[in-house]
Each structure stands twice: as structure tokens, then as C-alpha cells.
């Protein structure tokens, strides 16, 4: 009898508890669970033995498809999938991507999304204080001049000015200075500021030059990160509690996780590759896993079970890098010369592959069938071989 089961027990009961074909150290896990909670031996190994076939249930067997059955899995659903691009996922303010062009996005495994977009979680006071909470949307949010105040040209004396507003500039906790100085960093030219104005102009009277002057302004970032054009913030109720929650337009995930007051452990971001470059590639397993579960039970299709997507993740990621599941990926790397022609433009795989003397050894599925040979189908299914295993040893053909 373990340890952990403090309450007396018979002989019988102990005999079935080890009967039991659980691992040792799970049985004791969910007994240990199970007896904080005045459950009594006998329903504590019914719930044992429930789980185990519950599991014994959902193994595959050997010989199954599984590659073939996660592709069915997922297609089938995604013929019922909305080709709406943009759908409000719980902010009515952010638009994302959702459907089948996300699902796209995702097996193809784009380097930026159509609508890239964070979840920004924040940490002790900026999570429950509003005004903290803004102070990490000014250093999230790019602050373009057009948001500080008014721009107008001065086509006479061939001058650009700018009236600043001084409440957005003590919202955002920006100076006039700080502004002015911007300025002649990004644009090299020499400003003049007085209170909440500034005015500048190329060096010799140009009204090109005066008018790409504008165009450059309106480009610079005074603050924030330039991927990232709007945030959205609303408090609501999380596994922490209530707390606000910033949504962005755009995504810097990287840059995000640095940022004073947020909760590095709980940002998001629909950006796989983001989360590759910052996290490393089981990162963004994890993120491609959750993604695509994601996008399917926003369009009702929650009964796809998530071992066919870890599935799919596993084979992008395999590499150790993320790889597409298309032509520019993993179906454009295969072996077979007549599996890649099958998938897309077949007359150039032909021809390369005859301009390298190429030779398919019709190992897979696809070839097989192409040339009308049985197929071989089925994980688990291997070949044994009985060889040498030294110079003294002696084979069997056995």
C-alpha cells in the first residue's frame, strides 16, 4: 500500500489497487487528489479505471492513417468555415483575421499576418489602475505627429508648422522639446520652437523639398513602436480577476515583453514567426496548437480534436524552424518527384527532375497511386531486418 492513502483498507482493496495498470505515480496523484476530497477508495479506483479506458480508448492502432486522418479532420470542417476576412474577436474596435483565410495563414505559415495583433496582459498596479494602464498604451502605441497637433505649410516663407496640443502632449507624457528634438534627429533639419509651436523648412527655398519635409514628418514616430497603430484597452474579468487588457493593432512581441508593467508570461500575439524568433520553436508549436483551435471553435467547430492540429504542428515544425505545409515547404520538399508534381505545378518538378536525373523510389502514398501500386498505409507499420551484430555473431533467416 502507498504511503499517500492514509484511511484503512483491506487486503482485497489493496490487491486492487495495484491491479491497477496505471502508472504508480499517477495512481498516487489522483488518489492523493482524490482523498482531500473525502472520496472513498472504491470510487477512487472506479475514477482510475474510467480514465485508463478513456485512454485505452483513444489510442490509435497500429496501422491507422494518422496523417490521413488529420488532413480529413480538417478539411472536412474547413469546407464549413466563413471566407469573411475580418471578424471581431471579443473587441469590437480591433479587426483580425478569422475563417478560412486564417486558417490559410496558419498551414501556409505567412512571415506576417493580413492583421497582425497582440493580447497585452499587465502585472500588479497597471493591471488594475487605469491611469498606469495607459502609461504602457503610450509606450505600445506609435505616436505620429498628426496625433500631437496641427501640421500647415507656410508656402511664402517656405516654413512648416506645427501648433502642438498641450493636453495630448501631458496625456502622453511627451514634451515640446522632446518633439523639436525628434525632429532634427530624423529630418537633419534646424527648428525653432516657442511654447507649444515649432517651425522648420528645408535649407534653400524649395517647394518639393518643403513638401517631402511634410510627407517625412508624418512618418516619424515620437513614441510607442512603429508596428503597432492602435490600442484598445478594456477591463475584464481574466483568471487573475478583473483587470484591463490592452488589444493592439499590429504586433512587436519582442519589443512588448520588454515593456515595464506588462506581464511577459501572458502576451499573445498572432504571429507565429514572432513568437519562433523570441521563443524558440516550441513556442511556436504551442502557438500554432492554440492559433488554429482557436480560429476553428471561433466558427463552431469545436469537435476537432486537438491531436490532428499537434499533428500538423509537429510536421511544421519538425525541422526545428516552421516550415509551410505547401510547395515552399513540406509537400515542395518531399523525396518524390511524382508526390511534389502532384501537389503543384506539375510540369516543372517533371522537368527538373529529368534535367538532374532524378529518381523516384515510390515509397510514398501519392506515387503509389499515381502508378497503380498497392500502397503502403498505416503508422506502425515496419520492417524487420535480422543482421550481423559482429563479426562472431551468426544470422537467422528466420
Known sequence: MTEILEFDVSNDEEAMVEDTDLPRRLKNKVY????????????????????ENRYLDTRIDPLDPVGTVSAQSIGEPGTQMTMNTFHYAGVAEIDVTQG??????????????????????????????????????????????????????????????????????????IDPEGVADTIE?????ETVQNGPVIQFGPEEPSYRDLLQLVEELREITFKGIDEISR????????EEGEEFV??????????????????????????IHEVYRNLGVEAAREAIINETMDTLEEQGLDDVNVRH???????????????SIGRHG????????????????????LLDAAIHGEVDELD????????????????GDVDLRMGSLGPDASTSSD
Do not use: C
Not at 141 to 156: C, Y
Open 32 to 51: 492523493e487528489t482524490l482523498e482531500a476530497r473525502d472520496v472513498t477508495l472504491e470510487q477512487a479506483d472506479d475514477i482510475i479505471t474510467a480514465v
Open 100 to 173: 478560412l483565410p486564417r486558417l490559410i495563414e496558419l498551414v501556409d505559415a505567412r512571415k506576417e499576418p493580413d492583421t497582425p495583433t497582440m493580447t497585452v496582459h499587465l502585472e500588479d498596479e497597471y493591471a488594475d489602475d487605469r491611469e498606469k494602464a495607459h502609461e504602457v498604451v503610450w509606450k505600445l502605441e506609435a505616436t505620429k505627429i498628426l496625433a500631437l497637433g496641427d501640421v500647415s505649410t507656410n508656402v511664402a516663407d517656405m516654413r512648416v508648422r506645427i501648433d502642438l496640443n498641450e493636453d495630448t502632449l501631458e496625456e502622453r507624457m
Open 185 to 189: 534627429a530624423n529630418l537633419g533639419v
Open 231 to 238: 490600442v484598445v484597452i478594456r477591463k475584464e474579468e481574466t
Open 246 to 271: 490592452l488589444y493592439t493593432e499590429g504586433s512587436a512581441f519582442g519589443e512588448a515583453l520588454a515593456i515595464e508593467g506588462v506581464d511577459s508570461s501572458r502576451v499573445t500575439t498572432n504571429n
Open 309 to 323: 492540429l499537434m499533428l500538423v504542428a509537429d510536421i511544421m515544425t519538425n525541422p526545428g524552424t516552421i516550415e
Open 330 to 349: 513540406i509537400s515542395g520538399n518531399k523525396d518524390s518527384v511524382l508526390a511534389r508534381a502532384a501537389f503543384e505545378v506539375t510540369v516543372n518538378h
Open 364 to 379: 510514398g502514398v501519392t506515387e503509389n497511386v499515381i502508378v497503380g501500386k498497392p500502397i503502403k498505409l498505416g503508422t
